[in-house]
C-alpha cells in the first residue's frame, strides 16, 4: 500500500528558524477567471521574505494552464519591501500552475556556518554524513539553484494542468488536483529530480490557517481579526522508492512542501550543489470530512425550478380551495 | 383573466424570480470572495439573503400578519437586531453549528409563522400564541446562525475580517430590503381584493407545508451526514 510504502519520518515538530527558502504565495487560492490578481515571490521564511529577486536571476517563469506554457514578460514582475510581485490576469477557469526558476549560484561557508546552515534548514542527511565521514570542520563552496511552484484554482473547472512537470530539476508533482481533494482525503505527492523520481529524500510540509478562532488541547480561543495563524512548526517526510510521500489532509488552508536536495561533487570547483523545491497550494471547502473521514458532508440544493413549480402548484390549489370554501 | 389572479401571479413571479436567477451560485461566490474587495461580500451578503427562500418565507409570514408600516419597519427591524447579533459574533468567534440542524430550526420559524398567522395557537392548542416581537427576535437569532454558517463557508482570510463581515451583514440588509419592497407592495395591493382572505390562508397554509417540507429535507440530510 502507498500509505505504508510512504512513511512519516516524523512527528517532532522542527522550529520554523530563519532560512532562505524560495516560495511563490498569493493571498488567495481561488481566483476568479478574467481577473488580475498578484503572486508574492518570498525569499526568507514562508511568513517573512527577506529580499527581492533579480529578473536576471530568474531561468524560468512559467504559467501553464488550458494546457498551455507561457511565459510573461520581465515587466509583469515589480518589489515592494522585501517581496517580488508577479502580475497576473487570469484567463478562463483550469487549475493554474505557475513556476519561477533561478540560475545557480554559488557560496562559500566556512565549516561551522555550513554545519549551522545544514542543521537550521533540516539537511540533517549531509550533516548525519558528515558526522558519519568525520569532516564536520571542513569549509564548504556550494551551488545552489531554486525551483519553485504553486497551483491556484481559478474559476469552477478543475484542468489537468496540476500534473504538468515544468521540467525544473527538482520538482513536486502531486497525484490528484489538490482543488479536488478536501479534509479527510489523502494527497500523494511525488518528487522528481532530474524528471526522476527521488527516493528516501526528505521533505518538510507546513500548512497556514486563516481562522478567527482555533482550537488548543479542547478549548478554543480567538485572536485578533487581522491575525494570521501559522502553526509553529513544520512535519517531516520521506519519500518512499516511488519519490512520493502522502499527506494527510487534516485542514484547509494553506498547504506548503519544501525540501532541499543537497550532494557533494566530486570535481570542480565546487563540494556541493543543492536544488531546492516549494509546493504551495491550498485546500478549500468544497466539502468536508468529520472524525477521521467517518461521515461525509456535501451540499445537496432541490433545483429552483422543482421548488418553485411545487411552491405554485401548492399555492394556487390552497388559494382555490380557500375560495370556493369561502 | 380576473384581478385577483393577475395579483396572485405577480406575487408569485416577483417572490421567485431573483431566486431563480441567482440560485446555486456558491463556487461563484466562493472566488468572488477570493478575489474581490468588501463590494464583494457587500453582493454577496445581498445575494444570500435574496436567495435563500427560507429566510424569505419567514419574512413573508411575519409581513403578512401586519397591516400598519409602523409594524413592518419595527418588526423588521427587531429581526435585524436577532440576525446581527449572532451573524456577527458567531462568525467573529468562528461559532459554527451544525448547519442541517440551524436550517431545520430556521424551517421551523417558517412553519411557527404560517401557524401563528392562521391563528392555531389558540384553535388548536388552546392558549395564546408567545410574545410576537420576542418570537421574531428569537427566530432573527437562529436566522443569524443559518447566515454565519455560510458566510463561514467561504474562504474569508484573515485580512480586513471584521470589516468582511459587518460589509456582509450591511449586504445581509440591503437584500432583505430589496426582497421586503415588492413582498410588502403587492400584499398591499392584494390586501384590497375581495378574495384575500383565501389568499392569506393559502399563503400561510403554503408556510406550514413549506417550514414541515424544510424541516424533514434538512433532517434527512443531517442524518445522511
Known amino acids: 500500500m502507498k500509505r505504508i510504502s510512504t512513511f512519516l519520518l516524523s512527528l517532532v515538530c522542527l522550529a520554523i528558524l530563519s532560512s532562505h527558502d524560495m516560495y511563490l504565495k498569493l493571498d488567495q487560492y481561488f481566483l476568479n ?7 508574492q515571490l518570498f525569499n526568507g521564511t514562508f511568513d ?20 498551455e506554457r507561457i511565459q510573461p514578460s520581465a515587466s509583469k514582475w515589480f518589489e515592494k519591501d522585501s517581496i517580488t510581485f508577479l502580475e497576473l490576469e487570469t484567463k478562463e477557469a483550469a487549475t493554474y500552475v505557475i513556476g519561477v526558476s533561478t540560475k545557480a549560484r554559488s557560496i562559500e ?7 549551522d546552515y545544514l542543521k537550521h534548514d533540516g539537511i540533517t542527511d549531509m550533516l548525519d554524513k558528515r558526522k558519519k565521514d568525520g569532516t564536520l570542520d571542513t569549509p564548504a563552496k556550494e551551488l545552489y539553484a531554486k525551483h519553485v511552484k504553486t497551483i491556484v484554482q481559478v474559476g469552477d473547472s478543475l484542468s489537468r494542468d496540476w500534473s504538468t512537470s515544468l521540467n525544473y530539476p527538482i520538482e513536486f508533482i502531486p497525484f490528484k488536483n489538490p482543488y479536488e481533494v478536501h479534509v479527510g482525503h489523502e494527497l500523494e505527492i511525488q518528487l522528481l529530480y532530474g524528471q526522476k523520481p527521488l527516493a528516501n529524500q526528505l521533505v518538510y510540509v507546513g500548512t497556514q490557517v486563516n481562522e ?4 488548543h488541547d479542547g478549548s478554543t480561543h480567538s485572536h485578533a481579526s ?19 510521500i502522502t499527506l494527510d489532509i487534516k485542514q484547509e488552508g494553506t498547504w506548503y512542501l519544501r525540501t532541499i536536495h543537497l550532494e557533494e561533487l566530486s570535481e570542480g570547483e565546487f563540494t556541493h550543489q543543492s536544488n531546492w523545491a516549494t509546493l504551495t497550494f491550498a485546500i478549500g471547502k468544497g466539502h468536508e470530512h468529520e472524525n477521521a473521514a467517518t461521515t461525509h458532508k456535501h451540499d445537496i440544493k432541490i433545483p429552483t425550478y422543482v421548488y418553485l413549480l411545487i411552491s405554485v402548484i401548492i399555492i394556487l390549489l390552497l388559494f382555490f380551495a380557500f375560495k370556493k370554501k369561502g | 383573466m380576473n384581478k385577483t389572479i393577475r395579483l396572485l401571479i405577480l406575487f408569485l413571479i416577483l417572490f421567485w424570480a431573483t431566486p431563480l436567477m441567482a440560485h446555486d451560485v456558491t463556487s461563484k461566490d466562493h472566488a468572488l470572495l477570493a478575489n474581490g474587495d468588501l463590494w464583494a461580500y457587500l453582493w454577496v451578503g445581498a445575494k444570500h439573503m435574496l436567495t435563500g427562500y427560507d429566510h424569505l418565507l419567514f419574512l413573508l409570514g411575519v409581513i403578512f400578519y401586519l397591516r400598519k408600516t409602523s409594524d413592518v419597519i419595527k418588526f423588521i427591524t427587531v429581526f435585524t437586531i436577532g440576525h446581527s447579533i449572532t451573524l456577527l459574533s458567531a462568525t467573529y468567534l468562528g ?3 451544525n448547519e442541517y440542524l440551524i436550517d431545520a430550526i ?8 404560517g401557524f401563528e398567522n392562521l391563528g392555531y395557537f389558540e384553535k388548536h392548542l388552546k392558549f395564546r400564541s408567545p410574545n410576537l416581537l420576542l418570537m421574531v427576535w428569537v427566530f432573527g437569532l437562529i436566522h443569524g446562525l443559518g447566515l454565519s454558517s455560510r458566510l463561514q463557508s467561504f474562504e474569508n482570510g484573515s485580512d480586513r475580517i471584521i470589516h468582511k463581515i459587518i460589509t456582509f451583514n450591511i449586504g445581509v440588509e440591503f ?7 415588492p413582498i410588502v407592495y403587492i400584499i398591499s395591493l392584494i390586501r384590497k381584493n375581495k378574495h384575500y382572505p383565501a389568499f392569506y390562508k393559502a399563503v400561510n397554509t403554503y408556510l406550514l407545508i413549506a417550514g414541515i417540507a424544510l424541516i424533514c429535507f434538512q433532517l434527512i440530510l443531517y442524518l445522511k451526514a
Do not use: C, W
Not at chain 1, 48 to 67: A, F, K, L, Q, T
Not at chain 1, 109 to 115: G, I, L, S, T, Y
Open chain 1, 226 to 244: 487581522n491575525e494570521t495563524q501559522e502553526q509553529a512548526y513544520l512535519t517531516s517526510y520521506r519519500t518512499n522508492e516511488n519519490g512520493v
Open chain 1, 212 to 215: 478567527l478562532s482555533h482550537t
Open chain 1, 48 to 67: 517573512r521574505s527577506e529580499n527581492v529577486i533579480d529578473r536576471d536571476r530568474m531561468e524560468d517563469v512559467s504559467i501553464i494552464y488550458g494546457g
Open chain 1, 109 to 115: 561557508m566556512d565549516a561551522q556556518a555550513f554545519n
Open chain 1, 33 to 39: 477567471p478574467f481577473t488580475k490578481t498578484t503572486i
Open chain 2, 95 to 97: 461559532i459554527q453549528i
Open chain 2, 175 to 181: 437584500g432583505q430590503i430589496a426582497a421586503l419592497i
Open chain 2, 106 to 113: 430556521i424551517g421551523f420559524s417558517v412553519f411557527y409563522k
